[in-house]
Each structure stands twice: as C-alpha cells, then as structure tokens.
C-alpha cells in the first residue's frame, strides 16, 4: 500500500467519522429538545394534578360536610319516627277513652224500648 493510497483511505475514514460526529451531534440536539419538552410536559402535568388535588380535597371536604348533615337528618327523623309513634300511643288512648265515653252516654241515653 502506497502513502498516496494509505492517506486517500485515512482521509475516507476521517471523513465518515466526521460524518458519525456530525450525526451523532445533531441527534444530541434532537434529544435535548425531546428532553426540553418532556420537561415542559412534566411541569403542565405537575400543575394539572395540583390542580385537581385542591379539587379533590375540596370534595372530600363537601363529602363529610355531607355525611354529617345526613347523620343529623339521620338522628331527627329517627326522633320523628318516635314522636309519631308516641302520638300513635296517644290516639288509641283517646280512642279507647272515647269509646267508653261513647259506650257510657249510650247506656245513660237509651230508650227503654231500645234495652
């Protein structure tokens, strides 16, 4: 192998290799603006989900609120329901007291014929 041929192939494969840096550079830069933008992405996803933290809490929050009030709601009608049946009670005592009543003024009151 001559100088000539030996600097002609060292100069083909100087230049590929130059070609594989060049390439190789620019994909680098590529890769930094994927990165870039995934970072971009990763921060507007940070911020929604902070966002929809707050909202969960707040939720959550209503959520409790909600569950108390339906316990004290919970705790008055069964109150209602024990009012009604002691009213319940009450109405068959006037009842029967009205029926003796009823019973009594018949008795008193009857014709003869009617005995």
Do not use: C, W, Y
């Given at each position: 192998m001559?100088?000539?041929?030996?600097?002609?192939?060292?100069?083909?494969?100087?230049?590929?290799?130059?070609a594989?840096?060049?390439?190789?550079g620019?994909r680098?830069?590529?890769?930094?603006?994927?990165?870039?933008?995934?970072?971009?992405?990763?921060?507007?996803?940070?911020?929604?989900?902070?966002?929809?933290?707050?909202?969960?809490?707040?939720?959550?929050?209503?959520?409790?609120?909600?569950?108390?009030?339906?316990?004290?709601?919970?705790?008055?009608?069964?109150?209602?329901?024990?009012h009604?049946?002691?009213?319940?009670?009450?109405?068959?005592?006037?009842?029967?007291?009205?029926?003796?009543?009823?019973?009594?003024?018949?008795?008193?009151?009857?014709?003869?014929?009617?005995?």
């Amino acid at each position: 192998m001559s100088d000539e041929e030996f600097e002609r192939r060292m100069k083909e494969q100087f230049d590929q290799l130059t070609a594989i840096v060049i390439n190789l550079g620019e994909r680098v830069d590529q890769l930094g603006e994927r990165v870039d933008q995934l970072g971009e992405r990763v921060d507007q996803i940070g911020t929604k989900v902070e966002k929809l933290t707050e909202k969960v809490d707040k939720l959550t929050d209503a959520v409790v609120g909600l569950a108390a009030i339906v316990g004290r709601h919970d705790q008055q009608i069964a109150e209602l329901i024990e009012h009604g049946k002691e009213i319940d009670e009450r109405f068959k005592a006037t009842d029967e007291r009205i029926n003796a009543l009823i019973a009594i003024v018949e008795k008193t009151f009857r014709r003869p014929d009617e005995q």
